[in-house]
């Protein structure tokens, strides 16, 4: 029994993981006493994750920041593979049925638990407790702000997909792209 490969779902978790990864290398902070950095790239796994689903987001998130990682980190990449994976799917699974304040409040805080949480422990195992715990701060910064701006953002109806995805002025060209490429029409329309 065969199943179906989706040559549409797999170019766009391919293109999304390219974001990923180029907003995760391009917008490096080193944290010395860690060895690891802080980055863009749960901005646009929080977007994959709202645009195009769970599970979308689980595999262009992991596949995006574990590729990223392994230049010049690659201790941290199996670990990124599965804390951002897991990230995206969670902020996906979240909003999927329904976005209003509530859910991208929860989505935002959720997201940046897991990846707070998984690099803590991660880091315990790799670098000791004390260097890890230097990292919370950072973390946790990194975890909101790839949320944060999908508080106040417009709303893109897809209606083909009924599906509901914020997106700010600087993501709408972008997403529009990737739409097309899905091949949906959609509308925007402030909150």
Same mark, same amino acid.
């Given at each position: ?22 907003? /995760? ?126 508080? /106040?953002?417009?709303?893109? /109806? ?34």
């Amino acid at each position: 029994m065969s199943r179906e490969v989706d040559i549409g779902r797999m170019t766009l978790i391919a293109l999304m993981g390219a974001l990923i990864f180029v907003l /995760t290398v391009l917008a490096r902070i080193p944290i010395p006493a860690t060895n690891g950095y802080v980055h863009l790239g749960d901005a646009a796994i929080t977007f994959t994750a709202y645009a195009f689903g769970p599970w979308v987001a689980l595999f262009a998130g992991g596949m995006g920041t574990a590729m990223a990682d392994m230049l010049g980190y690659p201790q941290w990449a199996v670990f990124s593979l599965f804390i951002h994976g897991v990230q995206g799917l969670v902020i996906g699974w979240l909003v999927q049925k329904r976005i209003n304040p509530l859910t991208v409040l929860l989505s935002v805080v959720i997201g940046a638990a897991i990846v707070v949480a998984g690099y803590f422990a991660v880091g315990m195992f790799l670098v000791g407790v004390g260097p890890a715990t230097l990292e919370l701060l950072p973390n946790t910064l990194q975890g909101i702000s790839g949320g944060a701006e999908r508080i /106040t953002e417009k709303r893109i /109806t897809c209606r083909a997909s009924r599906s509901l995805a914020p997106c700010s002025a600087s993501c709408q060209l972008a997403l529009q792209f990737f739409i097309t490429i899905r091949g949906k029409r959609c509308l925007l329309q402030n909150i």
